[in-house]
């Protein structure tokens, strides 16, 4: 008995010892002499990370087995839910830079060893990041927030976070500011003379209305909760579903939305706006070319690319006052970054850089017990590819405290309450009350300046 229990024994460490030289045979990390770049690309391949994260990615042989197969359609769903990286592995190869939130969500990752996921490395040995992998992913991450995304102004200490200050200003033309400014606020854009950008924009309350539709000309309402206007300078695209690239673009929709300001055409506008003498007089001395939609909606741009609101809290935080914020807020950005929040919300403006599907963990339409309006759908009106359905762009969370209700369809009242549905629906996670509430205390600190002064409720 005893031999056999020993031979037993010795064929175990055997076993084990060739699996451990095997393992190290397959997973050796990618040669050092290569860049980071294709150092990261090399491990996204081996690590099969395009397998569920790629529309065309190479499936496993097994896909196609029975209940197997359906295992991993569902895991390939899932993970073209949360990123489709086939953009990003080309992108290594050109050597262009990678979006933000793409880097901060292999940052996670990578840290916390969530991908691949057991049962993909359980078959795929050479899938898992042995700890040189997982060295050179990190630095890469780190290479391309220096090189592409850091302000400048951090701390060394913080000079990585998925977070940056904000910068003061950026480059304007003063004099379309000022016409910017007259004409944001200017109701005879809108076809009754009623409604300005500011209506539904206002600078005094965060750049909001409050309200979780809009109110338009003859008491219309939208069926969008209007984003803040500060800071929207730092967001890729703006409103929610992505129609617009630039800012003027944005500007250049409500005027003509029948539901917001009701103008039949810029021509209207214009006619009315060169009836003033004193201000067709001040608008031709800047655009020689005279009126047009294209200088009328360059002009708001213009303006609005002054909305920025630095030095909150959190901004002199990272720059080194580690007394500008309490404890409790410190704890909660842990929290924010434990509970995946920043690979979303990141960046100068936390947020405003990808579109992000609502609903990953459990289905938010369905549980929300209200009819599914065209403006659920998010991303998909414009595409209409399936895959976009649901899928919107993420607000910048900056000033958050003064912008409720929160989602884009209005629906929570409180930050403590979006904080927690989010954590319910994108994670699969009840959070607790106390780790809630933490959170909420650091997005407190994320209130900025405007001309200086620090933004309230009613400024």
Same mark, same amino acid.
Do not use: I, P, R, T
């Given at each position: 008995m005893k031999k056999w229990l020993k031979i037993g024994v010795m064929a175990i460490l055997a076993a084990i010892i060739f699996i451990a030289i095997t393992y190290r045979i397959i997973n050796q990390p990618p040669p050092a002499n290569l860049t980071s770049e294709m150092q990261a690309r090399t491990i996204l391949e081996t690590g099969g990370c395009l397998s569920c994260h790629s529309a065309d990615g190479e499936k496993p042989?097994?896909?196609s087995f029975p209940i197997v197969g359906f295992m991993v359609k569902g895991d390939i769903e899932k993970g073209l839910?949360?990123?489709?990286?086939?953009k990003t592995y080309e992108s290594l190869a050109s050597g262009n830079k990678i979006d933000e939130t793409i880097l901060a969500k292999i940052e996670k990752v990578v840290t916390d060893g969530s991908m691949p996921l057991h049962r993909y490395y359980m078959i795929h040995?050479?899938? *898992?990041?042995?700890k040189e992998?997982?060295?050179m992913m990190l630095s890469w991450v780190k290479k391309q927030r220096e090189t592409h995304y850091a302000t400048g102004l951090a701390c060394e200490e913080f000079a990585n976070e998925p977070i940056q200050p904000i910068v003061d200003s950026i480059p304007v033309n003063p004099d379309k500011v000022e016409l910017g400014k007259i004409l944001f606020h200017d109701t005879r854009l809108s076809s009754d003379n009623t409604v300005s950008c500011a209506s539904c924009h206002d600078l005094n309350t965060g750049g909001v209305d409050n309200k979780q539709y809009s109110e338009g000309v003859g008491g219309q309402f939208g069926r969008v909760n209007a984003p803040t206007v500060y800071n929207a300078a730092f967001n890729f695209v703006q409103f929610w579903d992505g129609r617009a690239g630039t800012l003027a673009e944005q500007a250049a929709g409500p005027p003509l939305n029948p539901v917001e300001m009701a103008?039949? *055409?810029f021509d209207d506008i214009i006619a009315k706006l060169a009836a003033d003498k004193e201000f067709t007089k001040r608008f031709i001395a800047i655009y020689p070319d005279g009126y047009s939609e294209k200088n009328i909606t360059n002009a708001i741009e213009e303006f609005e690319k002054t909305l920025i609101t630095p030095n909150s809290a959190f901004d002199r935080y990272l720059k080194g006052d580690k007394s500008a914020i309490s404890q409790e807020a410190i704890d909660g950005y842990a929290l924010f970054k434990e509970n995946k929040c920043a690979t979303c919300h990141v960046g100068v403006n936390l947020g405003g850089q990808s579109y992000e599907y609502m609903g990953l963990a459990h289905s938010y339409f369905e549980e929300r017990n209200a009819p599914i309006t065209e403006e659920d759908n998010g991303r998909?009106?414009?595409t209409k590819e399936e895959r976009d359905r649901h899928r919107f762009k993420v607000p910048g969370l900056r000033n958050i405290e003064l912008t409720a209700p929160y989602f884009h369809d209005g629906s929570q009242k409180t930050m403590k309450d979006a904080v927690q549905y989010m954590a319910k629906y994108q994670l699969g996670d009840e959070l607790k009350d106390?780790?809630?509430?933490?959170i909420v205390t650091f997005m407190n600190t994320l209130t900025g300046e405007f001309q200086g002064k620090k933004l309230t409720s009613a400024n």
């Open positions: 042989f097994y896909a839910k949360h990123e489709d990286l086939a040995w050479g899938a *898992s990041l042995n992998e997982k060295s103008s039949q *055409s998909f009106k414009q106390d780790d809630a509430e933490k």
